[in-house]
């Protein structure tokens, strides 16, 4: 009697693994499809930036004939996106286009998967150097760092206490354009200016929101924030309104224009940044593909034509390469924010 | 001939292969990968580091104790190696150091429930918290990611050709030392005296406080080593790391057989069932469910895996399974009264 | 000292180990407040102490509801992943409803905190599964459920109605309006504990659960109910976080049960059942939130904070379990000379 019932159940607990995976899991290989296999691997798949680079490289895919992946862990570390790595490795995926957090974690996986004959390619978060053929840049990274402090100047009349809400303290992307920052921040005009503290959301909105309050609080004579990532602008301006800091406290950084859209009409910033992420996604996909076709080998000097973007060439950007850049950023101002959806 | 059929048969492990090789046939209707040998191989790697500490686990819980604080030792135990090594000691000095840690983290834990007789539970949900804060103090939110590759090849090198993870073999080499640690010498057997009747145990002359305290000395132990896999393997050392690992590490130790309340287990065991969550994650990896999705399912095969437990001890000794605890521990006649003076008593 | 408290009656000697509780919380509190004044600028401005207020205010809510659970002798460990997820529902219904009456999306939160609280009272008390691993199993599930509800987006404080995310901000009485729902819920659990025959049936459940059942309590009945109300209180945790932290994805409150077992801890209810009040529980979390603010203002390093709360529940829980050693013994030693003759005593 006992011995059914211990059939039972463990049936019972394979059936619903099989019934989970049945109506929610897609097998990681399609019936034979000409065209290659990538997967697109973000930082996190709760943000929407990245849901947006996703649809660009789906677009990408499609125009090409390939096959493109999209999926990455819930929550945003380095350590969670290596199993993601080994698996592509192992159904046989031609292409990683990986965005990361943390630069040096997932190099060795992603140096075992090249053993495989996986081609490795970072975007918008770059891995170790060593690890990856090509790093698809949004923007040049001097400029991000540049406008991020100048608009900021802008807003303060260039006195005042500033601080910065980054992302994750590992974060390569991040690491850069603070640097960039620091630099511009040296200039003579910025000299009644001082960053006082980096706080770091790691692109958690709730975490985001808590060091925005605490920096609030331990800076009670804060002239403004600068937030060079998504979730953590998105986070200080919603902290900001709620504390009805609104105007008081300035707030510049790299936003959606369509989170931050209510918080230009409500002034609590006058103008923020970013780029396109569909055509970064795209763009992306479409050096995935000449990588993988051996079109595109990380020489300086190559060119290739990615579809509707116009034709790419491969170069030293700020002393990293080699890299393909998408374009200088777009502007978010009160004037130009209705005419953006993304 | 038929007994000893019958006693094969009806053996837990023998259900866990069964289920093994049932997973391993709807994997393969997944995704033809999976039966490349490289695969097969790979299967277990990204999980050595749970079994290794599941391992440890399971000393502790047969005396009937649990120990939540294992992950942060994990955790505390790899910052501090790299920290140390970042500090320009030698690699391998410094990972002696971090055993060290990890061992006396354990020690804390054995001496505040082994000597000063406090609950466990209580105890280890202190120290993980304490310990997961500790890890933070050393290392903050960065990591230490920049290890020479003859260290990082423990957790995430292999052998022969490409394929044979080495990690695989340390494990099993593990599994084999505790288990013979666990089954074959006179230290395993106290082990499962105390978790069926303490007082028993010690009126029979055992040392109770000190192998209670051992146990969990190695637990830390086996959470070090496990940390050391780790960082071959996921390449870095941070403060968060392992941190959503419980799950997992409870998972295959009450799969394995280990009885929640002591007194039963075996290492084997607890070998197949860490063999079953990795072939079981490793499928819904391929079946691209997300991390999420795929905790859900190893959350329900915990709690299956502890009905299915009760539902045996149940049949087996014809009472319910609470008396039999009851019995274990040796509660009096004197209950009755005291109840009635507790609840005159509340406040 | 032992022979004045043998001498005290039991229920005598378990309200003074209480006060002594609450007046331990309060010194400590004191003597914290008085710390940061001097040592951290702006510590004793009002701005603040609404900060303060409002961040231990969904703390405060979802504690009162685990405390319940505590006290039978259980824990339950998947309020983090009840309160996401009842988070994002609220988020998610405004975002597609923006009509729905904010009340609404309230009840909506607490009667899924309920049902999924009742699940873990079922798997707890029906299916035998210990505390620990049940409401372990159930985290994961939880949480596994959140983000498949939310399919890898996230719903954006832009999407959710004006008249909610005003919630946060809004200070009826110059108290903030979540501080208010807390203390709310705080008085209300406490005359519960207090006045309610079922809710009394805890305290004993949990100092003895075999003499409980001899006394003809439903245990099982009551430890459903126990986790059902936690469900229910971490469902209106998930509403209040909702409103102060509008940006949702499905990690949302990943931890959150660390913080409410602190406070409870903290607060003088003993992770081995059987005593503990809602005043301390609510004095534990403001110490805890207070130590957190002035580190804070402090600008220390917020590891520190980390690891400072760790600490303290080792701390707590030694001094708890000795405490209630002593207080074993002492009754212990009462109910021998109050019971059986001490010729047919048989050794306890």
């Known amino acids: 009697m006992r011995k059914r019932t211990l059939v039972v159940l463990v049936g019972f607990a394979v059936i619903v693994v099989a019934a989970v995976t049945a109506t929610l899991g897609t097998a990681g290989t399609s019936k034979s499809h000409a065209g290659y296999k990538i997967f697109i691997l973000p930082k996190g798949t709760g943000i929407p930036v990245f849901t947006q680079n996703g649809l660009g490289a789906k677009q990408a895919g499609k125009e090409l004939g390939d096959t493109v992946t999209y999926n990455g862990p819930t929550t945003v570390s380095g350590a969670a996106q290596v199993p993601f790595i080994d698996t592509a490795a192992r159904q046989g995926y031609n292409a990683i286009v990986i965005s990361t957090p943390d630069a040096n974690a997932v190099a060795p996986a992603l140096k075992r998967a090249a053993a495989k004959g996986v081609k490795i390619i970072a975007y918008d978060g770059d891995t170790a150097r060593d690890a990856r053929t090509i790093f698809v840049a949004p923007s040049t990274n001097s400029l991000i760092g540049q406008y991020e402090v100048q608009w900021m100047g802008a807003q303060t009349h260039y006195k005042g ?135 595109l080998s990380g020489k300086i000097g190559q060119t290739f034509k990615a579809g509707k973007l116009g034709t790419y060439k491969v170069v030293v950007s700020d002393g990293n390469s080699p890299v393909v850049v998408l374009g200088p950023p777009l502007v978010f101002t009160p004037q130009n924010i209705d005419k953006f959806h993304f | ?111 505040l429930v082994g000597v000063l007789n406090l609950p466990s539970l209580a105890v ?38 490409n394929e044979l993870p080495i990690a695989l073999l340390v494990m099993l080499g593990f599994a084999l030392g505790l288990g013979i640690l666990l089954h074959r010498t006179r230290f395993g057997r106290y082990l499962f005296a105390i978790g069926s009747n303490r007082e028993a145990a010690r009126l029979s002359g055992i ?4 192998v209670r305290v051992t146990v969990f000395v190695i637990s830390g132990l086996m959470a070090g080593i496990a940390g050391l896999v780790y960082v071959g393997y996921f390449g870095s050392a941070r403060a968060d790391a392992a941190q959503l690992s419980l799950l997992d590490i409870v998972t295959a130790v009450v799969l394995g057989g280990v009885g929640i309340f002591g007194g039963t287990g075996s290492m084997p065991g607890v070998l197949l069932a860490l063999i079953l969550v990795a072939e079981v994650r490793n499928g819904m990896q391929l079946a691209n469910l997300s991390g999420q999705l795929q905790n859900i399912v190893i959350g329900v095969l915990l709690l299956a895996a502890i009905v299915a437990g009760n539902l045996i001890a149940a049949a087996r000794t014809g009472n319910r399974p609470a008396k039999l605890r009851r019995l274990r521990k040796g509660v009096t006649a004197s209950a009755p009264a005291e109840a009635k003076v507790l609840v005159d008593s509340n406040p | 000292m032992i022979a004045h408290v043998r001498a005290m009656k039991p229920q005598e000697l378990a309200a003074a180990a209480f006060r002594l509780r609450e007046i331990g919380i309060v010194l400590a509190l004191i003597a914290v407040v008085i710390f940061f004044s001097v040592r951290a600028d702006n510590f004793l401005q009002a701005s603040n102490w609404q900060d303060i207020a409002q961040n231990v205010s969904i703390v405060i809510v979802v504690a009162v509801g685990e405390t319940m659970v505590v006290l039978t002798r259980n824990i339950d460990l998947s309020v983090g992943s009840i309160v996401g997820l009842c988070g994002y529902l609220v988020a998610a219904s405004l975002a597609h409803h923006p009509g729905m009456p904010i009340v609404v999306a309230a009840l909506i939160s607490i009667a899924a905190g309920l049902g999924l609280g009742l699940v873990n009272g079922l798997l707890v008390a029906v299916g035998r599964i210990p505390a620990i691993i049940a409401t372990l199993a159930t985290l994961a599930i939880y949480r596994g459920i959140d983000a498949e509800i939310t399919g890898g987006k996230n719903i954006t404080a832009y999407q959710l109605p004006d008249r909610f995310l005003s919630l946060a901000s809004s200070k009826p009485l110059g108290f903030p309006a979540l501080a208010w729902i807390a203390v ?15 809710a009394r049936d805890f305290y004993a459940i949990g100092s003895n659960p075999d003499a409980a059942r001899f006394a003809g309590i439903p245990s099982g009945r009551r430890i459903i109910m126990a986790f059902a109300l936690s469900g229910a209180l971490a469902g209106l945790g998930g509403f209040l976080f909702a409103s102060r932290f509008p940006t949702l994805d499905s990690a949302a409150a990943n931890g959150f049960e660390l913080t409410v077992i602190t406070a409870v801890v903290i607060g003088g209810v003993n992770v081995f059942g059987g005593s503990g009040t809602i005043l301390g529980v609510v004095l534990g979390a403001v110490l805890v939130a207070t130590i957190s603010n002035g580190f804070t203002l402090m600008r220390l390093d917020e590891f520190w904070k980390i690891f400072f709360n760790g600490f303290a529940i080792v701390a707590a829980v030694t001094i708890d379990a000795l405490v209630t050693r002593r207080l074993q013994e002492a009754l212990r030693r009462r109910r021998a000379a109050l019971l059986v003759p001490p010729a047919a005593r048989s050794e306890a």
């Open chain 2, 124 to 161: 280890t949900l202190g120290t993980m918290a304490a310990y997961s804060g500790l890890a933070f103090v050393i290392l903050s939110g960065e990591g230490v990611a920049t290890f020479p590759t003859g260290f990082t090849k423990f957790g995430g090198g292999y052998l022969a050709n």
């Open chain 1, 161 to 295: 206490q500033i601080a910065i809400l980054s992302a994750n303290a590992t974060s390569a992307n991040q690491n850069t354009w603070i640097k960039f920052m620091k630099q511009e921040l040296k200039k003579p005009k910025y000299k009644n200016m001082k960053l006082v503290k980096i706080a770091y959301g790691n692109d958690d909105p709730t975490v985001s929101a808590q060091q925005a309050q605490a920096l609030l609080q331990a800076y009670p004579n804060l002239a403004g924030i600068i937030s060079p990532t998504t979730v953590g602008i998105q986070a200080a301006a919603q902290e900001l309104q709620q504390e009805g800091k609104c105007g008081k406290v300035q707030l510049t950084g790299l936003g959606l224009p369509n989170d931050m859209r209510k918080y230009v009409k409500a002034h609590c910033t006058t103008k923020f940044g970013l780029w396109d992420e569909k055509n970064l996604g795209y763009l992306s996909a479409y050096v995935a593909h000449n990588v993988v076709a051996g079109k």
């Open chain 2, 207 to 210: 040392p109770v406080t000190r």
């Open chain 3, 184 to 198: 709310g819920v705080a008085v209300l659990g406490a005359a519960t504990l207090r006045f309610v025959p079922w």
């Open chain 2, 1 to 111: 001939m038929k007994a000893l059929a019958a006693r094969v048969l009806v053996r837990w492990e023998t259900l866990l292969v069964a289920a093994i090789v049932a997973v391993g046939i709807w994997s393969v209707t997944l995704s033809p990968f999976f039966l490349r040998r490289a695969n097969l191989l790979d299967l277990v790697t990204p999980y050595v580091y749970i079994g290794l500490m599941a391992f440890g686990l399971t000393f502790v819980v047969i005396t009937g104790e649990i120990d939540i604080s294992v992950a942060s030792i994990l955790a505390a135990s790899i910052v501090a190696f790299a920290q140390i090594f970042a500090h320009g000691v030698g690699v391998w000095p410094a990972a002696l150091i971090g055993l060290a840690i990890a061992g006396g983290l354990g020690l804390v834990n054995g001496l």
